[in-house]
């Protein structure tokens, strides 16, 4: 059987309305839309955490939070009886690196502790600034691009503008290092997964990028007026922007976002503090721009792959760990919500000559379906334990392209750490079931719930939690999501053959 090379490219925070392929006829996404003709482009992906840690964790064991129990970005720790699909793969002979993020456990400021994660090529950065221990990133702008760090940081204000040019980007740095690994004689399969910080705020990209985009072209966010009422009633429930705010109204008071307090905050606090005035558009560009440079670095590891000759024997996944709302509802950044921005991400997979070419899956699939899909294609055994489905005969076109899953879920478990105890169990909770056409979500210990209808309102406006016409709906979901929700859990020691 044929052992394929793996390379597995995620992005932190982009939504899955970010590729022109895909319906976006704004963004500049060129690589991107060629490699879904070479691939599918599941549609209906999600997340099983809004935030880092939790989602990455539970992609990489294909389990769900409830099961993994990795609920919290700043873990102290990644617990030992959990293996990452990384580890499967190396135990099973494959070369393993990693590049960029990994976010499984431990501060902000320092090098995280590893646990046993299989990767023997290991080039970390959590994120971009400088302040941080242990940031590779760091030093290769100041060993071997001879920067000087802290005043080429300087140069960088607020909470979106113009970054650092290409060259010196964190994105090239991911690349860089990637087709350092890509290229690497071995006589053995490999797997690398590359996670640059972007386009996780701040929105930084190279001024080029930036230039692309006339900011007047760029729609306003998703939002209604009632939205500033309807978001009051959360505003105890962790997020990083507490209050919505009208975007067609935020820069009529002249107000320059250089007089936001937070502006003088460190950057790496600025990337989870969201700022109270700001141009929609413009940030929104920023955006926009950060990922079209991600679509530039992802071409040319393309490229690298087929100028050796390993493209045809290389799966390529390219995915997000979660969205970003980026305005929508009033709402900057990330928490404890569960917008179709927020939970739904982008994930095409291509094996080419291999896997079905140019198929836009509109079937339900969640980010725990990549490690048993993955574990399946390389012919190794997929753990009793393993909580995700495999997406093989989708891919392989056994199976109809548009079924995966009837539903899907997401939670939220103090992930931030923003409530107003430290005690877990008076913190925010929150968890989503999803069938492809309403979403409800429970707030747990709270008063407060949400019901969507997405054939009458794709984009979230109407609660229909407190609607005397749907309470018949709102029970038959609560018992659906009830299950799922129980289901979620781990199975637990392997039950003997004797039994």
């Not at 700043?74 to 393993?96: H, W």
């Not at 993955?374 to 392989?396: R, T, V, W």
Request: proline share 6%.
């Amino acid at each position: 059987m044929i052992k394929p090379n793996i390379l597995w490219y995620c992005t932190d925070q982009q939504r899955f309305d970010t590729i022109h392929a895909l319906g976006n006829t704004v963004i500049h996404t060129p690589r991107l839309d060629a490699f879904i003709s070479s691939g599918v482009a599941f549609t209906k992906t999600y997340t099983q955490s809004p935030i880092c840690t939790p989602s990455r964790a539970s992609f990489l064991t294909g389990r769900y939070p409830a099961s993994h129990h990795v609920y919290r970005n700043g873990n102290e720790r990644f617990p030992k009886n959990e293996t990452l699909v990384t580890k499967m793969f190396s135990d099973a002979g494959y070369d393993c690196g990693l590049v960029g993020k990994l976010h499984l456990a431990g501060s902000q400021y320092e090098r995280e502790a590893r646990s046993d994660d299989g990767y023997r090529y290991y080039q970390w950065s959590h994120h971009p600034y400088p302040n941080i221990k242990g940031n590779l990133y760091i030093d290769w702008l100041r060993n071997e691009k001879h920067q000087d760090v802290d005043k080429l940081f300087s140069n960088i204000k607020g909470s979106y503008g113009i970054g650092l040019p290409e060259e010196l980007h964190q994105t090239t740095w991911c690349t860089e290092k990637a087709l350092e690994f890509i290229t690497e004689k071995r006589d053995t399969p490999w797997l690398l997964s590359i996670n640059p910080f972007g386009p996780h705020p701040t929105f930084h990209p190279p001024k080029e990028y930036l230039d692309r985009y006339d900011v007047k072209q760029i729609p306003y966010p998703l939002f209604r007026e009632t939205d500033i009422i309807r978001q009051k009633v959360f505003q105890n429930i962790d997020q990083q922007t507490v209050y919505a705010v009208d975007p067609y109204k935020l820069l009529e008071s002249g107000v320059p976002e250089n007089s936001i307090p937070s502006l003088d905050l460190p950057k790496d606090q600025m990337a989870s503090i969201a700022p109270t005035v700001y141009d929609p558009r413009l940030m929104k560009a920023c955006y926009y721009a950060e990922i079209e440079l991600i679509d530039t670095q992802f071409g040319r590891m393309i490229d690298t792959l087929s100028e050796s000759g390993q493209l045809e024997n290389t799966i390529v996944i390219f995915t997000s760990d979660h969205g970003e709302l980026l305005g929508d509802h009033g709402l900057l950044f990330k928490g404890c919500r569960f917008f179709e921005s927020l939970v739904h991400v982008p994930l095409i997979i291509s094996w080419p000559k291999q896997w079905k070419s140019n198929i836009k899956s509109t079937a339900l699939v969640e980010l725990i379906d990549i490690a048993p899909t993955l574990l399946e294609a390389a012919g190794l055994q997929i753990p009793y334990y393993m909580q995700g489905k495999s997406l093989l005969g989708l891919l392989e076109g056994r199976v109809n392209p548009h079924t995966h899953k009837d539903y899907v879920i997401c939670e939220y478990n103090d992930a931030m750490g923003q409530g107003s105890t430290a005690n877990f169990y008076n913190a925010s909770h929150g968890t989503m079931y999803y069938d492809g056409r309403y979403k409800i979500i429970v707030y747990h210990g709270q008063d407060i719930g949400e019901l969507y209808d997405h054939k009458q309102d794709p984009n979230e406006f109407d609660n229909l939690w407190d609607s005397e016409a749907h309470q018949f709906l709102k029970c038959t979901l609560l018992k659906r999501h009830f299950d799922a929700m129980m289901k979620a859990s781990s199975p637990g020691i392997r039950r003997t053959k004797e039994y």
